[in-house]
Nanobody
Framework: QVQLVESGGGLVQAGGSLRLSCAASGRTFSSYALGWFRQAPGKERDFVAA????????YYTDSVKGRFAISRDNAKNTVYLQMNSLKPEDTAVYYC???????????????????WGQGTQVTVSS
């Protein structure tokens, strides 16, 4: 069982930055891939970014490339999402997720992820 707890959300003006953190429980944190998803009101939960166990395989959805950066610290059982140049359309609840099936590769589909955090709200004002 893996428990994920996100933090770092908040209200920020367009062009600003936020850093989300996701702390995971369990001794096997370094053995699985992790992802960030987001869900805006009335919309589906969409993929944002993912990282494999070592951090040498990373993928972003097109809309955040060049603005967001995912990273992980296996010693701290934590995955991060640095979000820069935020736009109002980035407003959503952001969720981290763990994919225990994959270690070296990463997936973008929601169905690939086994565990989810409770989410943290990010609001970007114009």
């Amino acid at each position: 069982q893996v428990q994920l707890v996100e933090s770092g959300g908040g209200l920020v003006q367009a062009g600003g930055s936020l850093r989300l953190s996701c702390a995971a429980s369990g001794r096997t944190f370094s053995s699985y891939a992790l992802g960030w998803f987001r869900q805006a009101p009335g919309k589906e939960r969409d993929f944002v970014a993912a990282i494999n166990w070592s951090g040498n395989n990373i993928y972003y959805t097109d809309s955040v490339k060049g603005r967001f950066a995912i990273s992980r610290d296996n010693a701290k059982n934590t995955v991060y999402l640095q979000m820069n140049s935020l736009k109002p359309e980035d407003t959503a609840v952001y969720y981290c997720a763990a994919d225990q099936t994959r270690r070296f590769t990463i997936a973008t589909a929601r169905s690939a992820y086994d565990y989810w955090g409770q989410g943290t709200q990010v609001t970007v004002s114009s």
